[in-house]
């Protein structure tokens, strides 16, 4: 099992910078990958940007060049830095790991863009 725990969202005026932080603990394998998805109200979950312990990464369209994802493999932690936010940001933002027995999700944290 791995436990995931999330924090840093909140609320930001248009344009803001938020930095949200994900531990892992548990039974961590050296190959995994380590992401975020987000969730608007109505919408399906999607994903934000992912990164693996090799190091690559990925990032959704809509947040190439304001996002930045980041991991610290000693301390099996992954961040994303957010910039230029905008209201459509909105969401729950949630941590995922996952490695080849399964895949893990945190608990879920809100980030409200709004003035």
């Known amino acids: 099992q791995v436990q995931l725990v999330e924090s840093g969202g909140g609320l930001v005026q248009p344009g803001g910078s938020l930095r949200l932080s994900c531990a892992a603990s548990?039974?961590?394998?050296?190959?995994?990958?380590m992401g975020w998805y987000r969730q608007a109200p109505g919408k399906q979950r999607e994903l934000v940007a992912v990164t693996s312990s090799i190091g690559s990464t990925n990032y959704a369209d809509p947040v190439k060049g304001r996002f930045t994802i980041s991991r610290d493999n000693a301390k099996n932690t992954v961040y994303l830095q957010m910039n230029s936010l905008k209201p459509e940001d909105t969401a729950v933002y949630y941590c995922?790991?996952?490695?080849?027995?399964?895949?893990?999700w945190g608990q879920g944290t809100q980030v409200t863009v709004s003035s």
């Open positions: 548990g039974s961590i394998f050296s190959i995994n990958t």
């Open positions: 995922n790991f996952a490695q080849s027995v399964g895949s893990y």
